[in-house]
């Protein structure tokens, strides 16, 4: 179990859901991870129940100067930045029509600058350290128009749209550039219990070719993957984890 093994990687919204397993799996693979999030108690208890070298600063992603700051931390600290992975995100949905000024800018200011701000921090720091591997987080509803998504998707979106960027400019540097593309998955963030609705619905999840909602931990093997030296030739694209959700529709 030492797919990363040298690395260092930081994993933003690292405190819990899929970027507390994304911290345990690079961890496992031998990798020194920092999580990085605004819940500094849950983050710190995250980093302390993890087997190996994992620990935690608070970082507000949508925020240039703690971005700065985290950044110079890992330097001092680790001496090397080999992955990042832009995970941080708040959800909700309203219509088009309901939704407001002030929500709109919260939600594009950490879901979708924040990984502006991440990659412009941490590019450097990847480059001097002879390259490297950014996975920015979008969703199935980057994919396709949901009712109600309007906000969220459009950030999800536009991280496509960033990650082939990135990657054309980053790969004359050895950074390669991609997106997670989770469906639904179990955890705090949908704001319903998962598993406690199937209990009452056993058909909720018969539209999806696996029928069932994916494990965080599903999620965060695709991220070893992307990485890892296994995807040295995968930059610019999306790895979709979805259930078969979108490629069967
Ligand atoms: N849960 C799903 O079904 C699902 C589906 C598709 C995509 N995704 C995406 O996967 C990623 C992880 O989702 P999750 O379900 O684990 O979410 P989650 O809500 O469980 O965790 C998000 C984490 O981000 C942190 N965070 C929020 N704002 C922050 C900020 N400004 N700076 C730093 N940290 C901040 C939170 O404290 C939390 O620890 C997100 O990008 C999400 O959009 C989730």
Redesign the pocket.
């Known amino acids: 179990m030492s797919r990363l093994a040298g690395k260092v990687a930081l994993v933003?919204?690292?405190?819990?859901?899929?970027?507390?397993a994304e911290a345990r799996a690079f961890a496992r693979e031998g990798a020194r991870v920092l999580i990085?999030?605004?819940?500094d108690d849950?983050?710190a208890t995250t980093a302390a129940d993890i087997d190996g070298d994992v620990r935690f600063a608070r970082?507000?992603?949508?925020d240039a100067d703690s971005w700065k700051a985290v950044v110079a931390a890992v330097e001092t600290d680790f001496g090397r930045l080999d992955v990042l992975v832009n995970?941080?995100?708040?959800?909700w949905t309203r219509s088009i029509l309901e939704e407001s000024d002030d929500a709109l800018d919260a939600m594009i200011a950490?879901?979708l600058k924040?990984s502006f701000l991440g990659i412009r921090a941490a590019a450097p720091l990847m480059i001097d350290s002879g390259g490297g591997s950014i996975i920015n987080?979008?969703?199935?509803?980057g994919l396709g128009g949901h009712v109600g998504h309007a906000a969220?998707g459009m950030t999800?979106w536009g991280l496509r749209g960033l990650t082939r960027v990135a990657a054309a400019e980053l790969s004359p540097s050895n950074v390669r550039v991609n997106c997670?593309?989770?469906?639904?998955?179990?955890?705090?963030?949908?704001g319903v219990n998962i598993p406690e609705q199937q209990q009452r619905d056993p058909d909720l999840w018969s539209g999806l070719p696996l029928r069932r909602?994916g494990e965080?931990e599903e999620?965060a093997e695709g991220a070893v993957f992307l990485a890892s030296d296994e995807s040295s030739y995968i930059t610019g694209t999306d790895l979709v984890l979805d259930g078969g959700a979108t490629g069967t529709g």
Do not use: C, E, F, H
């Open positions: 933003t919204g690292g405190a819990r859901g899929q970027g507390a990085a999030d605004v819940d849950l983050g970082l507000d992603v949508s995970n941080a995100a708040r959800y950490v879901n924040g987080v979008s969703s199935t509803a969220y999800k997670l593309v989770p469906g639904a998955i179990t955890g705090p963030m949908l909602p965080p999620i």
